[in-house]
């Protein structure tokens, strides 16, 4: 039903209440049995030890479970605990993360209002918000939280903050008469009230329409709950090397079982050659290392003011296309700030923004002084005057308490030096006319020092003008002519152009004993003051921000519940409203299918007047175009779109937790610009974690081909298992740690956004780690030649010169990998923590190599000093050959 076009009778009869009477006790008890309880219910959840299950269904945990079966195989058991351990690490992480991710619904629960004022057996009675049922009678008043979704039946002064559903910048105005005109969205339907807003001012009484998930907030939270989560970039990616790897784990193993049964040996020695290859192959400490990569970049984004809920949040912001932003609080202040003053057919504009009350007064580009401008002094000082907002200061920092339209008007009056303790001083308040949203104005009746009386009355100027006789034109009082209405009607014209919201002030004097009843009579024949414009005004550097991301190649875009001039007015001063750049309404909006949106959404850089309903359409239009889209809010109606979009983005500060919980990201200071930051910290973490694929995969590389190459050639087999396990969890592990931690190159920021379908081996990588690797193992290989061929009876000598040669020579590549380019291509000591992580590992090895304990565990003996200038030789071969080749191209 549209319980906003019905008048009372109509309502009461459909909901079989009263609004004298309300609901009787046993009538409400029937329904709440019928109806269910009025809270927000959630979907069935998966329990925590499924959830925890789960955590291994991933490809390459079952290429490390499998690395553990091998190395058990083996009768390495500290191996496999090693790598068991690895996996139970990376399980929790996965699970706890997943939990903590659930709490979007509590966190709407707790919007709702825990008790509420219902009508029940004609007494009013304080009841939980829980056992409210559809037709029930509630009343409610200023600070009071709508405990359900209602048509107001009554209001007095009613105005509501609903920006958490709507966006809408300021409090939303209320009445209780029917609205029988089509309205957009939630936010148009001014005399109806949702479940989870906050009434603002005033007090009103409505019937219940809707509880629980049939309420607007209800809606949401189902959509919250069916949105999809999607899959991350890097977990795709991983996901495929996953596959690649056992694939070629499992291909390495057959062929050398077939060789070698062909050669002659027996099945069981050459199926454990082949377990040996496998296990070269897989790459057990790259999931750790990625997890480690992530925690670190996330403790960096933390000092640049963002908090990383969902650890592969931070990859994908490496590859966003689209920022799809909410306007209110995020791009603006979400303080409304008088901007231009109009009086007399002048115009002064006003610098300063937000509640600090600091600014200066300009006409013409030239500074003036208020208190030299009679009319413009007596505009702000009225401006003050009828005015029930107080500026708090909490130790610098400037809160508002009260309504933020009184709010810009008073901090517009400070900056000129004015200030409540003065004024209270000079007028005394005798009566109040509080605002009405029939009427649109308010007004007081004040006396000042010398016993004078006079009415002043603040409002919209079309509806004001239409009190006034008179007008203060050029400092002198005229009456109001048509030349002098249209001047006036113009000046709102003008300011409405620039997105302006509008107040007038007007004045009249009246006796010393004059007592006034009603506001119908305080507010005729009044003198017409002038004009407040004031706007949400936008952040100062995300114009800024919104720059360097286009350079990046990135598109922004503006979704806001805010009205279309308000909204192209603040695009366009931040530079995402260019050229031919479109604006799209959510009426015409609502109308399309998502295929339809597709076809124009990436011409569109404007949607105004959306629902939450739209902007789950918008993120899933351009997903479906190809993009991977940010989503930035900080409402309730944020919710489900942040969560369906690729990376979530909430605000910290005026964020509701709702939007936190929902999302990946967390900005502490509300700041857009903070979102360029951490857009070059993902995309520089990904090349990162590129840099240690490259780094782990080409030693795998190399291990498998000295093993594999020493099979074909009938050679013994110039490295132990347990050998290649310690490689590959040690002397790979520090560097490739400490490459997660390499500075961004220079230019990160100007390299448009890579693609999402872009393979984990794209731009050459997959050639690189197979010449590096094949070098690799042919260094090694030749190392481990020359020395057996040399003592053909100390084999366990050979394969210590092999080892050392390994990880040698690993250790040089690990500088060639910090560049895409050469090694020469960056400074080799720039990155201090690989530096250490390259000594540490040195120093490792020669412990294994020269400890007689660890010599028992990893087969290996001391090697003499004659044999240093082989094995440095030898491992230096690879990344200063391929370098030597690079600087002899870039030459020509």
């Known amino acids: 039903m549209k319980f906003r076009e019905m008048d009372t009778e109509d309502i009461e009869a459909a909901l079989e209440t009263s609004m004298q009477e309300g609901l009787r006790e046993d009538e409400a008890r029937k329904r709440q049995q019928k109806q269910g309880f009025n809270e927000l219910q959630e979907g069935e959840k998966q329990s925590a030890l499924l959830l925890f299950f789960a955590q291994f269904k991933d490809f390459m945990v079952l290429v490390l479970l499998a690395a553990t079966l091998i190395s058990g195989l083996l009768g390495e058991y500290i191996d496999s605990i090693a790598i068991m351990a690895i996996i139970l690490i990376n399980g929790f992480l996965g699970f706890f993360q997943e939990r903590k991710a659930e709490k979007s619904l509590d966190a709407l629960k707790e919007m709702a209002a825990p008790q509420v004022h219902a009508l029940r057996d004609e007494k009013w009675a304080k009841i939980p918000s829980r056992e409210v049922v559809v037709g029930d009678v509630l009343k409610f008043t200023s600070g009071d939280r709508i405990g359900a979704d209602l048509r107001i039946m009554e209001s007095s002064s009613l105005e509501i903050e609903e920006s958490a559903l709507t966006g809408e910048s300021v409090p939303a105005v209320k009445f209780a008469h029917p609205v029988q005109h089509d309205v957009d969205g939630i936010g148009d339907e001014q005399n109806m009230a949702f479940m989870g807003t906050m009434v603002t001012r005033g007090s ?19 959509m919250l709950q069916s949105a999809e989560a999607m899959a991350t970039p890097l977990q795709r990616r991983l ?10 784990a499992l291909l390495l193993t057959l062929l050398v079982v077939v060789i070698g049964v062909i050669q002659g040996n027996d099945l069981y020695t050459m199926f454990l050659a082949g377990v040996s290859l496998a296990v070269a192959a897989i790459p057990e400490g790259l999931p750790a290392i990625v997890t480690v990569a992530l925690s670190l970049g996330v403790q960096r984004m933390i000092k640049q003011k963002s908090i990383v809920r969902k650890l592969p949040a931070v990859e994908t912001l490496g590859c966003a296309s689209v920022i799809c932003s909410d306007k209110t609080g995020t791009m603006t202040q979400n303080k409304m700030t008088v901007t231009h003053l109009w009086s007399g057919g002048k115009t002064w504009n006003v610098t300063g923004t937000g509640y600090v009350p600091s600014g200066s007064f300009m006409s013409d580009n030239t500074d003036v002084n208020p208190k030299q401008e009679k ?22 920092q400037y809160v508002l308490d009260g309504d933020p339209t009184e709010g810009a ?5 400070m900056k000129a030096g004015l200030t409540r303790e003065v004024l209270k001083q000079k007028f005394t308040i005798v009566k109040e006319f509080p605002f009405d949203s029939t009427r649109k104005m308010m007004s007081v009746v004040a006396k000042d020092e010398n016993g004078k009386q006079f009415v002043v009355t603040k409002g919209a100027p079309d509806v004001l003008i239409s009190q006034c006789e008179t007008i203060l034109w050029h400092g002198q009082s005229q009456s109001m002519n048509r030349d002098l209405k249209k001047a006036v009607q113009d000046a709102i014209d003008g300011l409405a152009d620039q997105a302006l919201r509008t107040i007038a002030v007007g004045f009249k004097p009246i006796g010393a004993a004059t007592v006034l009843l009603d506001e119908r009579e305080a507010e005729k024949g009044l003198t017409f003051i002038g004009m407040h414009g004031m706007i949400d005004p936008p952040r100062p550097e995300v114009h800024n921000a919104v720059k360097e991301c286009r350079e990046a190649g990135i598109k922004t875009v503006m979704i806001t519940g805010d009205h279309v001039s308000t909204a192209k007015a603040i695009a366009k001063q931040l530079g995402i409203l260019r050229g031919k750049d479109k604006v799209l309404e959510g009426k015409t909006l609502s109308d399309m299918s998502v295929g339809e949106l597709e076809e124009v959404v990436e011409d569109v850089s404007v949607f105004a007047r959306v629902s939450p309903e739209h902007k789950l359409k918008i993120v899933k239009a351009l997903q479906n175009k190809g993009h991977v889209v940010a989503m ?6 944020d919710a489900p779109a942040i969560k369906a979009a ?32 951490a857009i070059k910290e993902g995309r520089n973490i990904y090349e990162n974690i590129r840099k240690f694929i490259r780094y782990l995969l080409a030693s795998n590389v190399g291990e498998i081909l000295v093993m594999f190459f020493a099979m074909i050639m009938a050679l013994p087999l110039p490295l132990v298992p347990i050998q290649i396990l310690w490689v590959n969890l040690v002397t790979d592990g520090l560097p490739a740690m400490a490459l997660g931690l390499d500075k961004p190159e220079g230019d990160v920021m100007k390299r448009g956004p890579r693609s999402p379908k872009e393979g984990v081996f794209a731009r050459g990588l997959g050639w690189k780690i197979i010449s590096r690797g094949f070098l690799i193992g042919i260094s090694t290989l030749i190392a481990f030649i020359v020395v057996y061929k040399t003592n053909p009876d100390n084999l366990q000598y050979a394969q210590t010169v092999a080892f050392a040669t390994l990880v040698l020579a690993q250790l040089i590549h690990v500088f060639d990998c910090r560049s895409e380019k050469s090694i020469f291509s960056r400074n080799p000591f720039g990155n201090q923590y690989l530096v250490w992580a390259v000594i540490s590992s040195l120093a490792l090895m020669l412990v294994v190599l020269y400890y007689p304990p660890l010599q028992t565990i990893f087969h290996t003996v001391a090697i003499q000093p004659r044999d240093w200038l082989l094995i440095v030789g030898m491992a230096s071969i690879p990344t200063f050959l391929l370098a030597g080749s690079f600087l002899v191209s870039k030459s020509k």
């Open 239 to 248: 996901e495929q090397l996953g596959k690649i790897l056992i694939i070629t």
């Open 204 to 222: 009103g009484i409505g019937i219940v329409t809707a509880t629980g998930m049939d309420t607007a907030m209800g809606k949401i939270a189902d």
């Open 409 to 413: 008007l008073l901090v517009a009056a």
């Open 632 to 637: 930035t809010g900080d409402g309730v109606n």
């Open 646 to 677: 690729d990376i979530g983005i909430s605000m910290g500060i005026t964020g509701t937790d709702v939007a936190k919980e929902a999302s990946s990201l967390i900005l502490l200071d509300d700041n857009f610009a903070t979102i360029k930051s």
């Open 375 to 396: 009319s413009l002094h007596q505009l702000l000082t009225f401006g003050m005057l009828c005015n029930n907002s107080e500026l708090v200061d909490h130790e610098g």
